[in-house]
């Protein structure tokens, strides 16, 4: 009877054990190993599916993205990582840091302000939902891979042609209606921000200024040195360039109320005291165009060089190196996938 009784504990430990580790088994959706076995499980590869059909819905898509689709590109990815890291692709710290302070940099022209660190770890995460540590990561990734690619793939990289005539023509035809210039005004002003304390005070000069330009005393060009706090464009005569009419962006930044007004504004007369969202300006409009369908050889916008023929030109040939870029990553991957050992368990 004891020894029956053992034999039976035995037995359950057993079962228990196998079902344990099939159960285990079951979590897994692939094992990829070229310098390391590393496990992709099904919780993983669930939540990469969800967050490739936000990314499609989001887009616009209505297509739709398998599970076997999306881990072939986790295994894909895994590859391709491992393999920058046995080839010597290492990416530095200050390599990243370098690279974040040049976004940051070029986020804080495009605002036309400073950010604290704390601001930027925040348009990272509206942007990119995910905080600075794994936007870090992130970024350390995709740098390792892009120098690993050029590295090892440069006959394929430099393998693209240079568009054709006919493909520059062919597409400017085909896409003739799309270039077109909306209405347009080219601006100055003198400008003062809202006050922490004190606006009444800040409206009551910007008023006195308004004043000696409408009665002649001083002209607005006498007074944008001595008055406008926009450092940026005081060496300029006031001038901040160009404003698009559908530029939303720039409407929602600035306020409604005040991007009409500009828009209304005769060409040469300086404004009243305008109001936007940060502060009080004086406007003065110097050139105001109409809506315009553009020529091949016309300028992509009003302040640009780059005419419509140079823009095509230059967008067919970033499509063909873009096409050439993929070639270089689908290369790499087919290698990697021969010298790697690859478990598929996901049905």
Do not use: C
């Not at 004190?198 to 308004?210: G, H, L, R």
């Amino acid at each position: 009877m004891k020894k029956s009784v053992i034999l039976l504990t035995i037995l359950l430990l057993v079962t228990q054990m196998v079902s344990a580790n099939t159960t285990a088994q079951s979590d897994i959706a692939a094992r990829v190993n070229l310098i390391r076995s590393t496990v992709i499980t099904v919780e993983q590869l669930n939540t990469r599916v969800t967050e490739y059909q936000a990314e499609l819905r989001a887009a616009g898509s209505t297509t739709s993205v398998t599970p076997a689709e999306v881990l072939d590109i986790m295994i894909n990815d895994e590859l391709v990582l491992q393999g920058a890291e046995r080839d010597g692709y290492a990416v530095t710290a200050t390599a990243i840091k370098q690279t974040l302070d040049y976004q940051k940099a070029s986020v804080e022209q495009q605002l036309n302000t400073k950010l604290t660190d704390a601001q930027f770890e925040q348009l990272i995460m509206q942007n990119y939902g995910m905080d600075m540590a794994g936007y870090r990561k992130s970024l350390q990734e995709s740098m390792m891979v892009d120098n690993y690619v050029r590295g090892t793939q440069s006959t394929v990289l430099s393998d693209y042609r240079e568009p054709t005539e006919t493909q520059i023509q062919e597409f400017f035809r085909t896409n003739r209606t799309s270039f077109m210039n909306p209405e347009y005004v080219r601006i100055s002003h003198i400008f003062m921000p809202f006050s922490e304390t004190d606006n009444a005070k800040v409206k009551s000069d910007m008023d006195m200024v308004a004043r000696w330009i409408r009665y002649g005393t001083y002209t607005f060009e006498e007074l944008v040195p001595k008055y406008s706090k926009d450092t940026a464009s005081i060496s300029k005569g006031g001038d901040i360039g160009w404003l698009s009419y559908d530029n939303t962006e720039l409407r929602e930044q600035l306020g409604t109320s005040f991007f009409d007004a500009v828009f209304e504004l005769p060409v040469g007369k300086p404004s009243g005291v305008l109001e936007s969202t940060s502060g009080y300006h004086i406007v003065k409009v110097v050139v105001h165009t109409e809506p315009k369908l553009l020529s091949i050889q016309d300028p992509i916008n009003p302040d640009s060089t780059t005419t419509v023929y140079s823009y095509i030109q230059q967008r067919l040939l970033s499509a063909n190196q873009q096409q050439a870029y993929i070639n270089a990553i689908n290369a790499l991957v087919d290698s990697l996938r021969k010298q790697a050992t690859l478990e598929i368990l996901y049905k």
